[in-house]
T-cell receptor, first 111, second 113 residues
């Protein structure tokens, strides 16, 4: 089983709708990162969360870290076609900076 | 500032051959990490180099090796290629490595036939 589970695996939403992607770890989180990837391309850094309860926002994307639940959520408000892509969470679960990544959530936004 | 560059972008090799991929990090970044991405296994950590030393290693066989030069450029080598090595290979650079954001290159898509 994956150490980092993302849900849902895929998501299709109408433009303007809000959506949430979850990332749950089976181990202690020493740092949680969110990235976006266009198909077949490199990853673009979105946000880094390190402390329990931490919440960060960038434009219409907000990410929160629940340290107790070992979970992070990524929320997109008023989605746009430009938000389409694959969202990946990455984390250090060993404290040794060996990063693991979730399986990704494929987001499609219908105009 | 120029981003992370990877060469070549696409590569087709035959089973049993070896391949070398190159990664040039963002100027000033001393840490370079390599990842393999496949549809089945997702994104998996290969290794990290910092100031020419391998600092971290993932769970890949010894056929996968790398090195980093004094200018922080890094190369990854895969020997005795197998069909299962077909993947998108991504490198990422960061200022210090460790906790912190990584900047990814566009990747090298390797196809092994």
């Amino acid at each position: 089983s994956q150490e980092l589970e993302q849900s849902p695996q895929s998501l299709i939403v109408q433009e303007g709708k809000n959506l949430t992607i979850n990332c749950t770890s089976s181990k202690t989180l020493y740092g949680l990162y969110w990235y976006k990837q266009k198909y077949g391309e490199g990853l673009i850094f979105l946000m880094m969360l390190q402390k329990g309860g931490e919440e960060k926002s960038h434009e219409k994307i907000t990410a929160k870290l629940d340290e107790k639940k070992q979970q992070s959520s990524l929320h997109i408000t008023a989605s746009q076609p430009s938000h389409a892509g694959i969202y990946l969470c990455g984390a250090d679960t060993s404290g040794t900076y060996k990063y693991i990544f979730g399986t990704g959530t494929r987001l499609k936004v219908l105009a | 500032k120029a981003g992370v560059t990877q060469t070549p972008r696409y590569l087709i090799k035959t089973r049993g051959q070896q391949v070398t991929l190159s990664c040039s990090p963002i100027s000033g970044h001393r840490s370079v990490s390599w990842y393999q991405q496949t549809p089945g296994q997702g994104l998996q950590f290969l290794f990290e180099y910092f100031s020419e030393t391998q600092r971290n290693k993932g769970n890949f066989p010894g056929r996968f090796s790398g090195r980093q030069f004094s200018n922080s450029r890094s190369e990854m080598n895969v020997s005795t290629l197998e069909l299962g090595d077909s993947a998108l290979y991504l490198c990422a650079s960061s200022l210090k490595g460790g906790a912190g954001e990584q900047y990814f290159g566009p990747g090298t898509r390797l196809t092994v036939t």
